[in-house]
Structures are given as C-alpha cells and as structure tokens.
C-alpha cells in the first residue's frame, strides 16, 4: 500500500460521520420548522386583544406567513416584535 492509497482511504472513512451529521442536521431543522410552523398556526386562533398582548398584530401573521415552507415564520415575527418594541421605546424616549 502507497502513501497515495492511505490517504484516500482515510478521506472516505472520515468523510461519512460528516455526511450523516449533515442529514441528521437537516431532518432536525426541517422537523423544528415543521413544529413552530403548527405553534405559528395556532396563533392565528388567538384574539386581536392576545396578540396585541404579546406584541403581535394579525397583519404580522399575514406578513410572517410568506416565508418558504421549509423556513421558520416564528423567526419572522420574532423580528417584527422586535423592532416593533425597538421603535415604541425610541418614541418614549424622545417624548420624556
């Protein structure tokens, strides 16, 4: 056996663990996907006066909605609150 033979025997052996962490990584990311898409869902069953309390409009949802399947709408939202709480506090602050 050469040096050359080693090599590429050595590269297909440590290659497989990281094909499969690739798999198993995005089964994982499409399966959580999948799972916040059926809690974003469940948001739009709650009252305008329940989004609102936890910084939400229904036209958010609309917005957050458009993402591809494969995509976290749950992220989407998450930014919107964000800014959304951002620009409120920045209006207080210039008012006090």
Do not use: Q
Not at 85 to 95: G, M, N, Q, S
Request: glycine share 4%; charged share 30%.
């Amino acid at each position: 056996m050469t040096t050359l033979d080693f090599a590429t025997e050595t590269s297909r052996i440590t290659s497989r663990p990281a094909v499969a962490m690739r798999v198993a990584n995005t089964v994982f990311n499409f399966y959580r996907a999948w799972k916040n898409r059926r809690a974003f869902y469940r948001l739009g069953e709650m009252s305008d006066s329940e989004l609102a309390d936890i910084g939400l409009t229904r036209a958010d949802l609309h917005v957050a909605i458009d993402v591809p399947f494969g995509s976290d709408p749950t992220v989407r939202l998450r930014s919107i609150a964000v800014e959304r709480a951002e620009t409120i506090e920045d209006l207080a602050r210039k008012v006090a």
